[in-house]
C-alpha cells in the first residue's frame, strides 16, 4: 500500500505528502477536483493495468478504499 499512497499523492500539486495516509478522505482535500480524480484513474491504469470506472472512485471515501478496490479488480 506504501507505493499505491505514493503515487496516489504524486496527482496532487499543493497537498502536502503527510497527508496521504490509509484513512485520508481524500474528496474532503481542498484540492480535490474532477481533474485531480481523472489523473487518479489514469495512474491507475497506467501504473497497475486497470480500469476503475470514474463511479467507482466517487463511491470511495479513503485511499484504503481505492486502494481495495484495486486489488479487488486485479
Excluded at 43 to 49: H, L, N, Q, R, V
Amino acid at each position: 500500500m506504501e507505493e499505491f499512497i505514493k503515487n496516489f499523492a504524486a496527482q496532487w500539486d499543493d497537498t502536502e505528502a503527510e497527508a496521504f495516509v490509509p484513512e485520508c478522505e481524500f474528496h474532503e482535500l481542498e484540492e480535490w477536483s474532477s481533474l485531480t480524480g481523472l489523473a487518479i484513474l489514469n495512474m491507475i491504469a497506467k501504473k497497475y493495468g486497470v480500469k476503475v470506472a470514474p463511479a467507482e472512485l466517487k463511491a470511495c471515501v479513503t485511499i484504503e478504499d481505492v486502494y481495495n478496490l484495486l486489488q479487488s479488480k486485479r
